[in-house]
């Protein structure tokens, strides 16, 4: 059964039905694991209290608003983190028409104004290490003392540990960069899944008999270099594919770095199409091949690793 969630743009228009109900606040970049217990729980409480669950997040990221020059990379759309509040069981997102605003706000005034303002909170549920207001200057102990005088309850969620680790967005992204995705799987409860459009490339892998598929997706946190397996998600379905992140060190010449993939058992066009690419196991490191024929072995024996992979996920 598809559950909807309302999108909330004005702080000044809020129904009635979306007030008085749980609130809980954050980027939730990645919506990993850690929010996860946080929005779950902001939804177990508001079924037992009776009452609506609020996701207070921002979009594009606070740092892009306030320092862009600090914003890091996406590791999820905003299209994404909708999806997955949705999924989580979200009644309403809000997502403030003027960000900027709202992230200058003293800590007193964003709890006051917003919070128990236009929002009429009755419970905030909030991870241990949430802050808010200008310059991130507000914390669980002072949410609670701010909000001691409202009749505002706040319950405060444990963090998620992954191998004795806490799980976060900065974790997640370290992992990224490291190549490590079967770790950032487990972190986000799900795989890396990289969004891009498919662009023309230079054909070395159509004419070695792996047509590869070029991703263009400029604001992503690409993954280490190598060769990973993984799935591609695209109008036509979900495939099995092989995916390569690097600069083609088989081919003379300096080279961005590019990530492509090769979609097992798949024919056609795919031009222009969005492609969602999701990395569940690093296979191998980019390296140098003598000529075509090594190369197109290698591709061989990385597609055989790939299914090998995949076989029963």
Known sequence: ????????????????????????????????????????????????????SVAFTFHPHPLEVLRPDEAPPLIQTFGQKLEMLRRIGIAATVWPENPGEV????????????????????????????????????????????????????EIVGDVLVDGERVSSTRI???????RVADVARCLGRPYAYVGTVVEGHHRGERLGY??????????????????AGRALVRAGRHTA?????RAPSFPGEHPVAVEAFLLDFDGELYGEQMTLEFLQFLRPQKAFPDPDALRAQMAADCNRVRKVLKGK
């Open 173 to 179: 992204r370290s992992l990224i960069t490291d190549g």
């Open 242 to 246: 092989a995916i390569s992140v690097g």
């Open 103 to 154: 992230l200058t706000m003293t800590p007193e005034r964003f709890i006051l104004d917003v919070l128990c303002g236009a929002l009429a909170a009755r419970l905030i549920v909030e991870g241990s290490d949430f802050h808010f207001g200008a310059g991130a200057s507000g914390d669980v102990a002072r949410l609670s003392e701010i909000v001691g005088t409202q009749n505002v309850e706040v």
């Open 211 to 228: 047509p590869t598929a070029n991703l263009e997706a400029p604001r992503f946190l690409v993954p280490a270099e190598g060769v990973y």
């Open 1 to 52: 059964m598809m559950v909807h969630m309302e999108l909330i743009r004005d702080l000044d228009k809020i129904e009635p039905r979306f007030k008085g109900g749980v609130v809980s606040v954050g980027v939730f970049d990645g919506v990993h694991l850690g929010h996860q217990k946080v929005l779950g729980r902001a939804v177990e409480r508001a079924r037992e209290l009776g009452i609506t």
